[in-house]
C-alpha cells in the first residue's frame, strides 16, 4: 500500500539547523583528528571538491578544517598517500573521494581508458 507524506512546513530556522547538524557543521570536532578524522568527513560527505580558489587558503582545506579543528594539510597528504583512505577522482569536479568508494567509479575509469575523453574528440591537431 503507498504511503503518501505530506509536506512538513519548516521554519528557516528549523531548516538551517537541519542542514548544519547534516553537515556536521554543529558540533566542536565530529570526526576526530588527524588523518583518521580527513577520512571520517570526506566519507560523511561523500565527497570533498579539490578548488584552486583561494584567498586564505584552497577550499578543500577549509571544508576540512571547519569540521576538524585541528586539521593540517598534512593530515589530507597521509590520507591520501600513507593511509590510501582517500584518493583523486573527477566526481562532477576533481574530487577527495572515500577509498571504500572507488569500486563505483571504476566503470567510468575503464570507459576512459577504452575510448578516451570524450570533451577531447571534437580538438583537431
Same mark, same amino acid.
Given at each position: 500500500?503507498?504511503?503518501?507524506?505530506?509536506?512538513?512546513?519548516?521554519?528557516?530556522? =528549523?531548516?538551517?539547523?537541519?542542514?548544519? /547538524?547534516? =553537515?556536521?557543521?554543529?558540533?566542536?570536532?565530529?570526526? $576526530?583528528? $588527524?588523518?583518521?578524522?580527513?577520512?571520517?568527513?570526506? %566519507?560523511?560527505? $561523500? #565527497?570533498?571538491?579539490?578548488?584552486?580558489?583561494?584567498?586564505?587558503?584552497?577550499?578543500?582545506?577549509?571544508?576540512?578544517?571547519?569540521?576538524?579543528?585541528? #586539521?593540517?594539510?598534512?593530515?589530507?597528504?597521509?590520507? =591520501?598517500?600513507?593511509?590510501?583512505?582517500?584518493?583523486? #577522482?573527477?566526481?562532477?569536479?576533481?574530487?577527495?573521494?572515500?577509498?571504500?568508494?572507488?569500486?563505483?567509479?571504476?566503470?567510468?575509469?575503464?570507459?576512459?581508458?577504452?575510448? $578516451? /575523453?570524450?570533451?577531447?574528440? %571534437?580538438?583537431?591537431?
Amino acid at each position: 500500500m503507498p504511503r503518501t507524506s505530506k509536506p512538513l512546513p519548516l521554519s528557516t530556522t =528549523q531548516a538551517r539547523q537541519i542542514w548544519l /547538524h547534516a =553537515q556536521r557543521l554543529t558540533d566542536r570536532a565530529p570526526f $576526530g583528528e $588527524g588523518a583518521e578524522a580527513v577520512s571520517a568527513a570526506v %566519507a560523511h560527505l $561523500g #565527497y570533498v571538491q579539490i578548488d584552486t580558489i583561494n584567498v586564505i587558503e584552497r577550499c578543500h582545506h577549509h571544508i576540512l578544517f571547519s569540521r576538524i579543528p585541528t #586539521y593540517r594539510r598534512a593530515d589530507l597528504r597521509q590520507a =591520501q598517500s600513507i593511509d590510501k583512505t582517500v584518493f583523486e #577522482y573527477w566526481t562532477h569536479a576533481l574530487s577527495y573521494v572515500p577509498a571504500n568508494d572507488f569500486r563505483f567509479f571504476l566503470p567510468a575509469m575503464r570507459e576512459h581508458r577504452r575510448e $578516451g /575523453h570524450k570533451w577531447f574528440a %571534437a580538438v583537431k591537431p
